[in-house]
């Protein structure tokens, strides 16, 4: 059902030191949003979140990977580990898994028992549902576009 790795995002305090970092791994600059509510925001269960989204593409890989940034703009004065839910908090944010079938591999998930954190969304090509795993922890299936 998993085909692989399809990326990680990183909650940040400071995106340009991450991106000179993660070019020495051999990631370069491929995508930057600014999210600032609206459906990504929504998406993530943050509808008033505003952040810099990088994405950050593995040059070579066989198969892509991605590692994405989230540079949050937090209120000042506002603690970046202490927020409501665990995708806004600095580290580790979530891990994705490719599939080919995305509707599929919901059904079966759910017909285990796993909880869908998210309905599904399309963006940059390719459909995301985000979903709990152990300990809470965020872990989101992904189809992309041929």
């Known amino acids: 059902m998993i085909l692989s790795p399809d990326h990680v995002t990183i909650a940040v305090a400071d995106a340009g030191r991450a991106?000179?970092?993660?070019?020495?791994l051999g990631f370069r600059k491929t995508h930057v949003a600014t999210i600032d509510g609206g459906i990504p925001a929504k998406y993530m269960g943050m509808p008033n979140m505003k952040a810099q989204h990088i994405t950050l593409a593995l040059e070579g890989a066989e198969s892509p990977f991605e590692i994405q940034l989230l540079e949050f703009d937090l209120p000042q004065g506002t603690d970046a580990g202490v927020h409501p839910t665990n995708l806004r908090k600095l580290g580790f944010n979530h891990l994705a898994f490719r599939v080919?079938?995305?509707?599929?591999?919901?059904?079966?998930?759910?017909?285990?028992?796993?909880?869908?954190?998210?309905?599904?969304?399309?963006?940059?090509?390719?459909?995301?549902?985000?979903?709990?795993?152990?300990?809470?922890?965020t872990f989101e299936l992904v189809q992309r576009d041929a």
């Open 100 to 137: 080919d079938d995305i509707e599929a591999a919901t059904a079966h998930l759910v017909a285990n028992g796993v909880t869908m954190l998210s309905d599904e969304m399309d963006y940059i090509s390719r459909k995301l549902r985000l979903f709990e795993g152990p300990e809470g922890i």
């Open 19 to 24: 991106i000179e970092f993660f070019a020495l």
